[in-house]
């Protein structure tokens, strides 16, 4: 019974930690209505990107690897052409709403990998950060 005890307390110091690193990044990055907040959540699975307004608690645009058309495709949804896709589609989102500028929230995960190939999707396709 004391094994159970220390895996739950591990889950425990890794979520608290997860939770810190969020806490911190979101003390420095704000999202307006002309300069949304990207937010990018990665799961083992999916993908998913948001565009946020911090000052109204919206969002303003949302794509993900779960759209029909994405999975249909036929290829993994967690790779980096996968990323590639939503990245694409996002900037189209926040094109036809004529924002250019944006503010991006990699969330706890380092800048390489997927998230990497996302924001280089982002900048490609004529969003500014």
């Known amino acids: 019974m004391r094994g159970w005890a220390v895996l739950k307390d591990k889950a425990l110091l890794k979520k608290e930690r997860k939770q810190r690193i969020r806490k911190r990044i979101r003390k420095k990055i704000k999202?307006?209505?002309d300069r949304p907040r990207v937010f990018v959540f990665k799961s083992n699975?999916?993908?998913y990107?948001?565009?946020i307004n911090d000052l109204d608690g919206t969002v303003i645009a949302s794509a993900s690897s779960l759209e029909k058309d994405i999975r249909e495709s036929g290829k993994s949804t967690k790779?980096?052409?996968t990323c590639q896709l939503v990245g694409e589609r996002l900037a189209q989102r926040l094109k036809?709403?004529?924002i250019t500028k944006i503010v991006f929230d990699r969330g706890i995960y380092?800048?390489?990998g997927r998230i990497k190939v996302l924001a280089e999707t982002l900048?490609?396709?004529g969003l500014s950060f």
């Open 49 to 51: 990107v948001q565009a």
């Open 96 to 98: 036809e709403k004529n």
């Open 31 to 33: 999202g307006t209505a």
């Open 45 to 47: 699975r999916y993908i």
């Open 79 to 81: 790779n980096k052409e």
């Open 123 to 125: 900048r490609q396709h």
């Open 110 to 112: 380092p800048y390489h």
